[in-house]
């Protein structure tokens, strides 16, 4: 089979890699199929121009994956407008995939006009939809897609197990892709010299958030004899200094960051890295062993300082416990990415001021941090909640009426009227730009006094963008 992979323009400058695809790619390319990247995300070009090469070029299947976001939802539609637009539409199969689809499969595959949206683990499932397009199996024994029948019947299979060992699934198909533009994302406290790449270290996570989607159930770690092989593989083929984790929780537990950290001391691959933490873990002992062994930066999900709404959110966390492992990471001198959310149910307005109080004592200004409501995506307990509260009448509403905006109110879930919330978050993000810009220039004003009454012969230059 003739694959096309397209990656849609996230309207970003440098995008992010897209590491689902690229594993999709992988394991289609090992069973035997040819397999093409169409590259939106870094030629910019309009959704025209997708209908005009497949009009010019002859595939078999066209694949998309999106997550679920406002964005990410509308240029779904536009682009399967554009495929759909194809003369040659009738010649190939529309798949669609990832967590934006996945939550709702009917309700997508009835907007973008699809034939398949495949539902979690991905790299089993295509190469068996591929088996059923080839005639070697019917669609029903294929698990975890959804379709419409001959008969306009509404199908969906049998939920994909996961695959137990991960450190089976090839790695992505990184040859496929241009790394050169990829590489070029920064990250927090990365040399302007350093290419970067992300990695996952493991897939799922063993917490249970009210907001969050996701597909994998329970946590599955890769050994640390892959990861280090991956790493050593990046670094040796495509020069990559700078390591970005990012699947949802590097840190699982004590012994495995302790273990994982030893094998890239002992693997001396000289590597700086970042990861998505717990601050459950975050331990003085652990954070040292990750600094040792290249760790530069960990993202924390904080969402909240308030502890009746940490414990509505089910984050396993307190103030307390927040507190003690911002303070240890930054003691041991790793940047902590602190992420706050605000409008879980029945959050109180005073949480935004104490949120901000937060940031101002602990942010050490590796990125602009600024405060988002908390959105209920499809999939999540949050948005069952809005449904059995008439907040959201089902998922059309979700991504036609409510989410517009991440930063905008999609459902409001407290005691507080929309303008109130918006104010509220209006002053308070105020003042963390206005810190952010106000440090950005203090940093200027040191580097210019350091110039010029130092002699500092290796300044690069104010005019870097």
Same mark, same amino acid.
């Given at each position: 089979?003739?694959?096309?992979?397209?990656?849609?323009?996230?309207?970003?400058?440098?995008?992010?890699?897209?590491?689902?695809?690229?594993?999709?790619?992988?394991?289609?390319?090992?069973?035997?199929?040819?397999?093409?990247?169409?590259?939106?995300?870094?030629?910019?070009?309009?959704?025209?121009?997708?209908?005009?090469?497949?009009?010019?070029?002859?595939?078999?299947?066209?694949?998309?994956?999106?997550?679920?976001?406002?964005?990410?939802?509308?240029?779904?539609?536009?682009?399967?407008?554009?495929?759909?637009?194809?003369?040659?539409?009738?010649?190939?199969?529309?798949?669609?995939?990832?967590?934006?689809?996945?939550?709702?499969?009917?309700?997508?595959?009835?907007?973008?006009?699809?034939?398949?949206?495949?539902?979690?683990?991905?790299?089993?499932?295509?190469?068996?939809?591929?088996?059923?397009?080839?005639?070697?199996?019917?669609?029903?024994?294929?698990?975890?897609?959804?379709?419409?029948?001959?008969?306009?019947?509404?199908?969906?299979?049998?939920?994909?197990?996961?695959?137990?060992?991960?450190?089976?699934?090839?790695?992505?198909?990184?040859?496929?892709?241009?790394?050169?533009?990829?590489?070029?994302?920064?990250?927090?406290?990365?040399?302007?010299?350093?290419?970067?790449?992300?990695?996952?270290?493991?897939?799922?996570?063993?917490?249970?958030?009210?907001?969050?989607?996701?597909?994998?159930?329970?946590?599955?770690?890769?050994?640390?004899?892959?990861?280090?092989?991956?790493?050593?593989?990046?670094?040796?083929?495509?020069?990559?200094?700078?390591?970005?984790?990012?699947?949802?929780?590097?840190?699982?537990?004590?012994?495995?960051?302790?273990?994982?950290?030893?094998?890239?001391?002992?693997?001396?691959?000289?590597?700086?890295?970042?990861?998505?933490?717990?601050?459950?873990?975050?331990?003085? #002992? +652990?954070? %040292?062993?990750?600094?040792? *062994?290249?760790?530069?930066? =960990?993202?924390?999900?904080? /969402?909240?300082?308030?502890?009746?709404?940490?414990?509505?959110?089910?984050?396993?966390?307190?103030?307390?416990?927040?507190?003690?492992?911002?303070?240890?990471?930054?003691?041991?001198?790793?940047?902590?990415?602190?992420?706050?959310?605000?409008?879980?149910?029945?959050?109180?307005?005073?949480?935004?001021?104490?949120?901000?109080?937060?940031?101002?004592?602990?942010?050490?200004?590796?990125?602009?941090?600024?405060?988002?409501?908390?959105?209920?995506?499809?999939?999540?307990?949050?948005?069952?909640?809005?449904?059995?509260?008439?907040?959201?009448?089902?998922?059309?509403?979700?991504?036609?009426?409510?989410?517009?905006?991440?930063?905008?109110?999609?459902?409001?879930?407290?005691?507080?009227?929309?303008? #109130? +919330?918006? %104010?509220?978050?209006?002053? *308070?993000?105020?003042?963390? =730009?206005?810190?952010?810009? /106000?440090?950005?220039?203090?940093?200027?004003?040191?580097?210019?006094?350091?110039?010029?009454?130092?002699?500092?012969?290796?300044?690069?230059?104010?005019?870097?963008?």
């Amino acid at each position: 089979m003739k694959i096309l992979m397209v990656v849609y323009d996230n309207d970003s400058y440098i995008s992010w890699f897209p590491q689902g695809l690229a594993y999709l790619a992988s394991a289609a390319r090992n069973a035997g199929h040819e397999v093409a990247v169409y590259q939106q995300d870094i030629y910019h070009w309009p959704d025209s121009h997708l209908t005009e090469y497949l009009n010019n070029n002859s595939y078999d299947v066209v694949e998309v994956s999106t997550i679920g976001g406002y964005y990410q939802y509308h240029k779904l539609l536009k682009l399967s407008a554009a495929i759909n637009a194809s003369v040659n539409r009738s010649h190939f199969k529309y798949t669609i995939g990832g967590h934006g689809p996945a939550s709702d499969p009917k309700f997508f595959l009835e907007k973008t006009g699809a034939d398949i949206v495949g539902i979690g683990e991905g790299e089993i499932t295509f190469v068996e939809l591929m088996d059923a397009f080839e005639g070697k199996r019917s669609l029903e024994s294929v698990d975890g897609i959804a379709f419409f029948d001959n008969d306009g019947n509404y199908v969906r299979t049998k939920a994909r197990e996961l695959i137990e060992n991960i450190d089976e699934i090839a790695w992505p198909a990184y040859d496929l892709f241009d790394i050169t533009y990829y590489s070029l994302i920064r990250m927090p406290n990365i040399r302007p010299s350093e290419r970067c790449l992300p990695m996952l270290s493991g897939r799922g996570c063993i917490f249970a958030c009210n907001f969050c989607y996701r597909l994998d159930k329970g946590f599955r770690p890769r050994s640390a004899e892959s990861i280090i092989e991956e790493a050593r593989y990046l670094k040796e083929t495509y020069n990559i200094k700078y390591i970005t984790f990012s699947d949802e929780l590097l840190m699982s537990s004590k012994k495995r960051t302790m273990e994982l950290c030893q094998a890239f001391i002992d693997a001396k691959l000289d590597l700086k890295w970042d990861c998505n933490g717990r601050l459950n873990f975050a331990e003085i #002992e +652990v954070l %040292e062993k990750m600094k040792e *062994a290249g760790c530069v930066f =960990i993202n924390y999900g904080i /969402e909240s300082l308030d502890d009746d709404t940490l414990r509505v959110m089910h984050k396993a966390l307190t103030r307390d416990m927040i507190v003690r492992g911002v303070e240890n990471t930054l003691k041991v001198g790793i940047s902590p990415g602190l992420n706050i959310i605000y409008g879980n149910i029945n959050e109180p307005l005073s949480a935004i001021d104490d949120a901000v109080e937060f940031l101002l004592k602990y942010d050490d200004h590796a990125q602009l941090r600024t405060i988002r409501p908390v959105t209920p995506y499809p999939g999540s307990e949050l948005f069952d909640y809005a449904l059995e509260h008439g907040l959201v009448k089902d998922t059309a509403d979700f991504y036609e009426n409510k989410h517009v905006n991440s930063d905008l109110l999609s459902v409001n879930f407290t005691k507080y009227t929309d303008d #109130e +919330v918006y %104010e509220a978050l209006y002053k *308070a993000n105020m003042k963390l =730009i206005k810190r952010y810009q /106000e440090i950005q220039q203090n940093s200027a004003e040191a580097i210019c006094h350091d110039l010029y009454h130092n002699k500092n012969a290796d300044f690069r230059g104010f005019r870097q963008s």
